[in-house]
């Protein structure tokens, strides 16, 4: 099993948990029998915002497929790992301890406000991906083999 299949199945683990989240608590707060009309509006309106709520776990499956350095690779997984456990303290904090009308928001900004943390782990990714990248390149010119043999 390569690093990479274990990034992205952490990314992946992460996105289901956020999803499993948000499913419960549309269905706990949202599910009025009475009202199924205004369900379905809400349903709608919160496919939007699960979009923002599961854009960085899937920003982070993406730079994981993309990488090849597997330093890359893990700080990408720590990044949504790290998400993850912010999402879950953050809807645990905003829908039970906090319950307000306007807790739904929440996930709109979740990503927003994990942003300062989750850019920097990405953007060290992608450029040590780049770095590895015209490293080899440059070995690969120079005729040097990274596959050497012992004794060769």
């Known amino acids: 099993m390569s690093l990479r299949n274990v990034a992205i199945g952490l990314s992946s683990v992460v996105l289901l948990g ?5 499913g419960y608590v549309f269905i706990s707060f949202a599910a009025v029998p ?3 009309g205004g369900m379905l ?3 709608g309106f919160s496919i939007v915002l699960l979009a923002f709520g599961l854009f960085p776990p899937a920003a982070s499956i993406g730079i994981s497929t993309y990488t090849k350095n597997s330093v890359s690779q893990v700080l990408s997984s720590l990044a949504s790992l ?6 879950a303290y953050g809807a645990y904090n905003v829908f039970y301890l906090h319950l307000d009308g306007l807790s739904v928001l929440w996930f ?3 990503g927003i406000y994990f942003l300062p943390i989750l850019l920097p782990l990405w953007t060290v990714a992608i ?3 780049r770095y590895h990248a015209k490293k080899s ?3 690969f010119l120079d005729g040097e083999s990274t ?3 012992p004794g060769m």
Do not use: M, R, T
């Open 34 to 36: 009475h009202n199924i």
């Open 18 to 22: 956020i999803l499993c989240i948000f």
């Open 147 to 149: 596959n050497k043999e």
């Open 108 to 110: 709109v900004f979740a």
């Open 127 to 129: 450029v040590l991906n």
């Open 82 to 87: 790290l998400y993850g456990v912010w999402f």
């Open 137 to 139: 390149e440059l070995q």
């Open 41 to 43: 509006s809400l349903a």
